[in-house]
């Protein structure tokens, strides 16, 4: 079982293509709940029609299953709320201008 920080770790090598973020920065990321290793996340995107869900998704998945403590990852897109730039940390903000 892996501690929430080492996931949300493993998450930022997830970058956002569009704006080379990554997730966790981005406020993409709602909820992780990790069960005996099978890790089930909650992520959104910055709009329904994000053109690099998929792969944001896949790329997830990937970097939490590669880690000793997760034996399964579960990424679960959700809508609700939907993402706002107040999400993102002060770091990403200042990545993309925005004060």
Known sequence: MADEAA???ALKDVI???LMINIVDLGLIYAIEDDDGKVSVDMT???PACPAGPQLMQQAKMAL???ED???AEI???MAPPWSPERMTDDAR???GMF
């Open 94 to 96: 200042d990545h993309l």
């Open 16 to 18: 956002d293509p569009e």
């Open 45 to 47: 995107l910055t709009s």
């Open 70 to 72: 997760v034996s399964e």
């Open 7 to 9: 996931l949300l770790e």
């Open 65 to 67: 299953e590669n880690l």
């Open 76 to 78: 679960k897109l959700v």
